[in-house]
């Protein structure tokens, strides 16, 4: 794994190296009104499809790092509570895979403890060292926007989460030794309310089914449907339209003018010149507009394609915004500020909310109330053979401070 991890990432810094190169030489073509410009842009497609599939690669790998650890967790806890010695199996398999994997334990100079670890994973009447597995399902991988992980996440115990605001402030101001004291002005407290979501699949399966398949449907079935809510949620955290859906992270009200100066209920929106381009200096000025005590957790957050379109923008003095992680698990950075890729997000096109910049943590709030449970009916359908299953999940989200993160609005 950890040699594969490398390959990739130093698959990224070529190609970012490569894409980089042809862009300048299509810069210094374009600038100086010479020919060849298709067969360069030509070259610099493929280049970037290249950087886009290490990429990809890369946030692959990590998701796949994680799942492997986990799962080798979980296999090493079931057989510890089968009795099993974990590092006596483990150094036992190492000696019978080295000698070709053997019908029989015998000669393979195991000490006592590993023996014992090995015979207890092995069938004591036929020999067999190693049982098939049958019945593995592989699964796709779905496009999502990783917004759980960077919101602020809270359980509740009731159908809304009501929270204050405390977005004013007390007036006070210079006054002489003896000069008269008059009343100031008070903050006052304001209010917002996100309500509980509830997601919601209801499907059938035969008795048969379930009792006969080769690997266990009931739990399949119910792990894909989680997998689907976890998307769906993700979707709906960007875009949500806070009807029977949380609101949105991008379906704010935004504000046009005056975008660095609060207004409760509103998100600060720079409109870009054109429609269908975003400018480097668009990405700069979006990024100026937030509050310096916001920056120090910010994000750039865009889909993949919006990705491809600003890693080719430079300075005033020709130096790319954008910059690659060349190590696992530390994100891309885009004007020095770091960037998470959410698919959910719409593409350049006009009036369309391509980048968001801002502090998402203290921006958004996700409230969860119940987890995704089940209910098995085995007597509503019993008359046509099958198993009702219920699956559903409450959860809620919304903005909390609309002061921690600007929109990029397409004319």
């Known amino acids: 794994m950890s040699e594969e991890i490398n390959g990739e990432l130093k698959k990224i810094a070529l190609a970012w190296e490569s ?6 030489e299509l810069d210094s073509k374009l600038e100086k009104g010479l020919g060849g410009i298709a067969e360069i842009k030509a070259k610099q497609d493929k280049i970037d499809k290249d950087l886009d599939a290490a990429l990809a690669m890369k946030e692959s790998l990590e998701e796949t790092k994680t799942a492997v650890a986990r799962m080798a967790s979980a296999l090493e806890e079931k057989q510890e509570k089968s009795g099993v010695n974990v590092e006596h199996l483990n150094s036992g398999m190492k000696k019978w895979l080295k000698s070709g994997m053997p019908d029989r334990l015998d000669g393979l100079g195991l000490h006592a403890d590993e023996a014992k670890a090995m015979q207890s994973n092995i069938d004591p009447q036929g020999g067999y060292t190693i049982q098939p597995f049958f019945g593995g399902a592989e699964g796709i991988l779905f496009d999502t926007s990783p917004i759980r992980s960077l919101a602020t996440v809270q359980t509740i115990g009731t159908d809304e989460y009501v929270g204050y ?4 402030e007390f007036a006070a101001n210079w006054v002489g030794e003896v000069s008269p004291r008059s009343e100031t002005d008070t903050a006052d407290l304001g209010e917002f309310r996100i309500p509980v979501r509830e997601m919601n699949a209801r499907f059938t399966i035969s008795q048969r089914l ?3 398949s080769s690997f266990n449907l009931e739990s399949w079935s119910q792990g894909k449907v989680s997998d689907k809510f976890n998307r769906i949620e993700a979707t709906a955290f960007v875009t949500g339209s806070g009807a029977v859906q949380p609101q949105g992270l991008i379906t704010g009200t935004p504000k046009t003018s005056n975008q660095d100066v609060y207004t409760r209920g509103q998100i600060g929106t720079l409109t870009t010149a054109g429609p269908t381009a975003i400018t480097s200096d668009e990405l700069i000025t979006l990024a100026e507009k937030l509050k310096v005590g916001y920056l120090s957790n910010a994000h750039y957050w865009f889909n993949r394609a919006t990705r491809s379109y600003v890693r080719k923008l430079k300075d005033g003095d020709g130096n790319y915004l954008w910059q690659p992680s060349y190590q696992m698990g530390t994100p891309d950075e885009l004007n020095g500020q770091r960037v998470v890729v ?3 997000m719409p593409s350049i096109a006009t009036g369309a909310i391509a980048v968001g910049f801002g502090d998402i943590r203290a921006a958004y709030r996700i409230v969860d109330r119940v987890g995704t449970s089940v209910l098995k009916d ?8 099958k198993v009702l299953f219920n699956v559903r999940k409450r959860v809620g989200a919304g903005i909390q401070n609309w002061d921690a993160m600007k929109y990029l609005l397409q004319a």
């Open 19 to 24: 894409s980089k190169s042809a862009q300048n």
């Open 210 to 212: 379930l009792e006969d």
């Open 165 to 168: 605001l405390d977005d004013d």
């Open 378 to 385: 085995p007597y509503t359908q019993s008359a046509n053979g």
């Open 342 to 344: 959410f698919e959910d």
